[in-house]
């Protein structure tokens, strides 16, 4: 055991004694059957000074050991992992999760307050329930649409890599493939993620990982509307395996009404049509790399312009076909003969002419010809002959001398 003397070397009902180490899934690793050592009152915690239980495992095949850095308490006030200090929830670092929900850290730095405060702390955590976070800004907070858009849906086991062989890096490792640790380029000196405090973590301060991902949060493309307003469907693709209609509808159905939704299961995708186009924007808005649906994030974008698609599709699957020769490119517009002069209103019905089939001129005409001084319209020109079978002089449309006159 090995404990420096200090305020808390003589308090030993204060120090902490634990089963089993809280551990993000990352840490853990991906091995189900882990082989853990235990050692009581091993190491002082790095933030509050106190001896806790150790912890040291190995997360899965050629990985490096990990261990336990902070004593359960501290971690419970954060509610981060005993050994990345991340957020449990999320994976994040303290300082972009503190924020985006905008808590201020009010945490003593003095050895003397910090020692008051971890032991009052303690005992508000027996009472309560000790597998919720102790810090009452963390429990009324919800999810913000930062921390959904940064948020990892899956464990990163890459950070469990052994370091950088130091050997290989002045040339001198002989131990080829059997080497534990990386044959890779280590970190540039320069870089400000090789320069990391475990406690600036903690706190939330100067933390490189956190400013690294600040900026990436607002380097993140948009998803803007489309022109055409009546274009409601949005397209929702990387859909999990076991993924059904009933819960996406559950998903979706908060933002507005639903017209249809059409799952396609074998393309791991579904189109979601709102019957308004606000809705539409209003979900677009909300679930734009924000949603996880079985720890996948599914992919929002809109749907195509269906008179824009349809004019595509029109002009790449039918081309115009060649002109027919001898006729027209288009057929000429009917004929139009007005019964009635311009500026005159058509005449009264008559009760002997009831539906009003003699006009003005016309022969058998009830009421007489045209007005005087109006002459009545001319008669259309006879239209272009385009086919011979048209010409009424052709083929036997001769009137035969001898036939009767009706």
């Known amino acids: 055991m090995a404990v420096s003397k ?34 009581k009152y091993g190491k002082e915690c790095k933030i509050c000074a106190r001896p806790f239980t150790v912890f040291r495992w190995c997360p899965g095949a050629r990985m490096r050991f990990k261990k336990t850095e902070i004593c359960q308490t501290c971690s419970k006030l954060k509610n981060v992992c005993q050994t990345c200090l991340l957020d449990l929830e999320y994976g994040l670092p303290i300082q972009v999760r503190d924020a985006a929900l905008k808590i201020q850290d009010d945490l003593p730095r003095n050895e003397v307050n910090k020692e008051y405060y971890i032991q009052n702390l303690d005992n508000q955590i027996s009472k309560n329930d000790p597998t919720q976070p102790s810090n009452s800004a963390l429990k009324s907070k919800g999810a913000s649409d930062l921390l959904l858009r940064l948020a990892r ?11 950088v062989c130091s050997f290989w890096v002045k040339g001198e490792c002989r131990r080829g493939e059997e080497c534990p640790y990386r ?38 493309p948009a998803l803007p509307p489309p022109e055409d307003r009546s274009v409601t ?8 395996d076991n993924c059904t209609e009933d819960e996406l509808r559950g998903h979706f159905y908060q933002y507005g009404e639903i017209r249809s939704l059409t799952l396609v299961p074998r ?22 790399n924000r949603l996880i649906i079985g720890g996948k994030r599914l992919t929002i974008k809109w749907g195509k312009s269906q008179g824009r698609q349809g004019v595509n599709e029109k002009n790449d699957t039918a081309p115009a076909l060649e002109p ?12 139009f003969l007005h019964p009635f002069p311009p500026q005159m209103p058509p005449p009264p019905n008559r009760p ?13 005409a009830a009421w007489g010809a045209w007005p005087p001084g109006v002459a009545p319209p001319a008669p259309p020109p006879p239209a272009p002959l385009h086919y011979p079978s048209q010409d009424p002089a052709r083929l036997g ?5 001898n036939a009767p006159q009706t």
Request: charged share 20%.
């Open 6 to 39: 200090s305020t808390n070397t003589y308090n030993r009902q204060n120090w902490e004694d634990s089963d089993f180490p809280i551990l993000c899934q990352t840490c853990l690793g991906d091995n189900p059957y882990i082989r853990m050592t235990k050692e």
């Open 153 to 163: 849906t899956a464990p990163y086991y890459k950070r469990n890599r052994p370091h």
């Open 183 to 220: 044959h890779e380029k280590p970190t540039d000196p320069d870089d400000p993620l090789a320069d990391q405090n475990i406690k600036d973590r903690y706190y939330g301060v100067n933390d490189p990982v956190a400013e690294k991902l600040m900026r990436r949060a607002a380097a993140m």
């Open 233 to 240: 469907t949005l397209y929702v693709g990387n859909l999990p």
């Open 267 to 288: 393309a791991q995708c579904a189109f979601v049509q709102y019957t308004t186009r606000s809705a539409a924007e209003h979900a677009a808005e909300k679930t734009f």
């Open 324 to 335: 027919v020769p001898g006729l027209p490119g288009a057929l000429p517009p009917p004929a």
């Open 352 to 364: 002997n002419d009831f539906f009003n089939l003699h006009h003005y001129g016309g022969p058998g």
């Open 397 to 401: 449309a001769h009137a035969h001398a």
